[in-house]
């Protein structure tokens, strides 16, 4: 069973690990006590024993220390750090006055923090070979030095393995179901989160829905635009542009961001934002706040995707009017200082600006929007997002002649219900007179 969120394994097998790295760092101490245990009559351990030991963990604790927090070998690391400590016990084991039994299924049970059921089997199997080899030189240990427990090795080793097999049987299968139990949780846990999830990102596509009760030219706008970046970012994938920004995951962020670009909008006034005609400069300076307006709004959004989404939302809004040569606004920031989404934002904010028809404004045919991108290679839009858009034409038209059909009707009443508002002569409803387009 995969578990859902991949960043969240993640986090947690570094956890784990940093757990395991802390422990074997402490398991130098081992050498040294028993050093002095034994010097103090409580042990009777050599001094080579001891100095062994101290050879044995220095190397593996230092080994995991480096995997760990230089490499970032974590995979790695949670097979050697619990396979080590394994060892080291085994190594323990193996002397007749040490005894090492409990904590073999220890290493087993930490195991299963890791929420990885193959882990689990695979140390536990480890563990108990390990345990089983650690038993026969603790039989040779003590048969040498003539103590009357051990008659022969072989007794020895039989009589003590049968009794450790039918314990470690009853440690594998509770650390085995421990293991699954967890998982199966934990992954129940993730789906309910996930959906949750995916029902935040639903409501942000109920964005343009919104704001077209508010001003339909706008919720159509944002529903293309959308689309166009959901393309261009494609594209840039496609064609091997930021590729190692733009995986799958971050696309789909970055669409489901683009509902939110225009938000900004909702705070200009009915009768700004519904002018049939072209702007006065004073009209126009408020429409220029709506990127300020839309930065408040999606910074009191509640944190999705980790405050992943919120971040690209963000930047979209605020970012999305900025040119690539510094002279846009609100910041008048200039080239990759402006983030990537909203470089991808600008250009499908300015395609369907260009192919969709206005009060104020005919609509250009594809061609015509090509040539203006190109145009504006460097100083509007950054080159590589250029190549993107002309590599989609044949694309762009398609989509931008589906969205025509499907919403001119709408674009109509919309037109003449603003032209009967700026004359004062509202009706409580209408037909639509003469098509505007073609």
């Not at 398991?27 to 351990?45: A, D, R």
């Not at 193959?118 to 140390?123: G, H, N, S, V």
């Not at 006034?269 to 999606?298: C, Q, R, V, W």
Request: a negative charge; glycine letters at 6%; proline letters at 4%.
């Amino acid at each position: 069973m995969k578990l859902a969120d991949e960043d969240l394994m993640s986090e947690n097998i570094e956890s784990i690990n940093k757990i395991t790295t802390t422990i074997l760092l402490f398991s130098n101490l081992l050498g040294p006590i028993f050093y002095l245990l034994s010097y103090f009559g409580v042990f009777s351990i050599s001094t080579m024993v001891c100095a062994i030991t101290v050879c044995l963990v220095t190397p593996f604790s230092i080994i995991h220390l480096l995997c760990v927090y230089k490499f970032n070998l974590q995979k790695f690391s949670m097979y050697f750090g619990l396979a080590g400590m394994s060892l080291i016990l085994g190594f323990l084991g193996s002397h007749f006055h040490v005894g090492i039994y409990i904590s073999y299924s220890l290493i087993v049970f930490m195991s299963c923090l890791y929420y990885d059921t193959k882990l689990t089997a695979f140390i536990a199997v480890f563990d108990y070979i390990v345990m089983l080899v650690s038993l026969w030189f603790k039989g040779v240990d003590g048969y040498a030095e003539g103590n009357p427990y051990v008659p022969t090795v072989a007794h020895y080793f039989i009589a003590m393995g049968a009794g450790f097999t039918l314990e470690y049987f009853f440690v594998f299968l509770i650390a085995i179901n421990i293991s699954k139990r967890c998982r199966k949780t934990l992954q129940h846990a993730l789906d309910i989160n996930e959906q949750l999830r995916n029902t935040q990102l639903d409501i942000m596509d109920f964005i343009p829905k919104i704001l077209e009760s508010h001003e339909v030219f706008t919720g159509h706008h944002v529903r293309h635009t959308v689309k166009y970046v959901e393309m261009i970012a494609k594209e840039l994938k496609r064609e091997g542009v930021y590729a190692d920004i733009l995986d799958d995951q971050t696309i789909d962020l970055y669409a489901h961001a683009a509902n939110l670009h225009d938000i900004g909008k909702v705070h200009i006034p009915d009768n700004i934002l519904n002018n049939p005609g072209k702007f006065t400069p004073e009209e126009y300076a408020m429409m220029k706040s709506h990127p300020e307006e839309g930065k408040k709004l999606i910074m009191a959004l509640p944190r999705i995707k980790h405050g992943q989404f919120n971040e690209i939302a963000m930047q979209m809004a605020y970012y999305h009017h900025e040119k690539y040569d510094g002279t846009g606004y609100p910041t008048g920031i200039s080239g990759k200082a402006i983030p990537l989404c909203a470089r991808i934002m600008t250009a499908a904010d300015v395609l369907d600006a260009l192919l969709s028809w206005r009060p104020y404004k005919d609509r250009m045919d594809i061609d015509q929007v090509m040539q203006t991108f190109e145009e504006g290679r460097g100083t509007h839009f950054e080159p590589c997002i250029v190549d993107a858009v002309l590599s989609l034409k044949p694309m762009i038209y398609m989509v931008s002649q589906d969205f025509k059909t499907k919403e001119i009707e709408e674009e109509e009443k919309e037109y003449y219900w603003r032209q009967r508002l700026k004359k004062g002569k509202l009706e409580a409803s209408s037909s639509p007179e003469a098509p505007l387009h073609s």
